[in-house]
């Protein structure tokens, strides 16, 4: 389990740059931010630290209330629904959530795609995939399996940089995803007939 955030990294989180995410910190904080999820390195020179889509969350989260007891995850944490019976409705703050992690993601590409472009995967979603696949899909409004209800359901595969997607509603997941930057074709698995997408992150 994650440990929180420190008191002293917090208020490095909540001192970023509001456009940009830019942080300023020491080198220790900015290396213990890292490995957290809250910050990256930028690849370029100078090497700064900007927030992840998890650091821009806590950031907007505000100041933790003294008296709060400490929890047992960073705040603002978002985690990526993809889809299976398991897991649980979604809650009534779902969509804002979502909403600010995929915009979160925005920035994240602008900042790490060496061309600045939002227009396909960044480095961390093609480390990510399934997560990364999955809140494409949400973000775009389609809902999980989740439950009982149907859904879409995101699984990892043998094959490098792809994903399985299954669900009702495959042609519409595949336009979500090759809009999000992704390429897709759909296939049939052999020994049980289900039809599926297969989808991969374009790089150009």
Known sequence: MARPPTAAQRRVVEGADPGTGRLRGTAAQLA???RLGLA???PRPPHDHFLTPAGHRL???GPEPASAPAPAAPAGVFAARVGGAEEAA???SRMREVRDA????MELRRMTNPDSATDRPCGWERTHLVRAAALALEAAGHGP???????YRVRATPQPEAVAVYGPAL??????L???GWQCGEYTEARTRTRHLLASPRRV
Do not use: D, K, S
């Not at 995929?102 to 993601?105: A, C, F, M, V, Y």
């Not at 399996?145 to 859904?151: D, F, I, L, S």
């Not at 042609?171 to 979500?176: C, F, R």
């Open 102 to 105: 995929w915009q979160g993601l």
């Open 178 to 180: 090759e809009a999000a």
């Open 171 to 176: 042609q519409p997941y595949a336009a979500t």
């Open 90 to 92: 979604p809650g009534p």
């Open 32 to 34: 213990a931010l890292v």
């Open 40 to 42: 990256f390195r930028h």
């Open 59 to 61: 950031r907007e989260a």
């Open 145 to 151: 399996e989740h439950a009982g209800t149907p859904g």
